[in-house]
């Protein structure tokens, strides 16, 4: 049977880059491995001691529109652990303000869902697109994220931002972005007007394009 994609309405729109720092930003929900839709946080911590870009800070994953349960606080206890010493601050239950305030002044944004998970026995594991990838570029950030599911639709390897397969490609990237300042700014141009391809008036479009198709406009 045919099909079309019709990607879901992101609002992009509401956010702009402002005066940018050396931060690198992951946004997403506290998930230990197992428990559900985990976003790595803990692989990410790690990295962020060793990803060769001195002088950058990680805000540590932000946990937005969902609380870090009871459930799930032994992992971000685990989490907390592991970025004692190294240039990472966490934000448990950010408020709205401060998660835009962060996407418009980091410089590069995270995304590990689904590392060493298999797409075909756990695809629920991944990111079925990537709307807060999409949220990031809207504000300028460079995406560095994982070349899996619904973000390879969203990110162009080497235009919008890079696409990994390995811990050791996140930090090579990160480095090399970190260190050229002026290709680092071309990539945020590019993410941003990447990230208007699925704002609400592209989704508006999209959708009156296949009603047409469908005889149904």
Known sequence: MDSDVLFPPIRVDELRPGRK????????RFFARGMGHSKKQLKLVGASGGC???????????TWRAGASRAKRPYLERVRRAAEGLPVRIHTNAPGPLVED???SSSIFWVATGLGESEERQPWVFEHFGI???????????????DK??????????????????M???????QSLACDAPFRQHLTASAVERAKEFSEDAFTARWAEI???LGIA
């Open 132 to 146: 807060t990838t999409a949220e990031a570029m809207a504000a300028g950030c460079v995406p560095v994220i994982i």
């Open 102 to 104: 962060l996407f418009a």
């Open 211 to 213: 009603e047409a198709s």
């Open 168 to 174: 050791d490609e996140l930090a090579s990237y990160t």
């Open 52 to 62: 060769g870009a001195k002088g950058w800070w990680t805000a540590g994953s932000c």
């Open 149 to 166: 599911a619904g973000q390879r639709e969203t990110v162009r390897h080497g235009i919008d931002g890079y696409r990994l397969s390995t």
């Open 21 to 28: 720092e050396r931060r690198i930003l992951s946004v997403g």
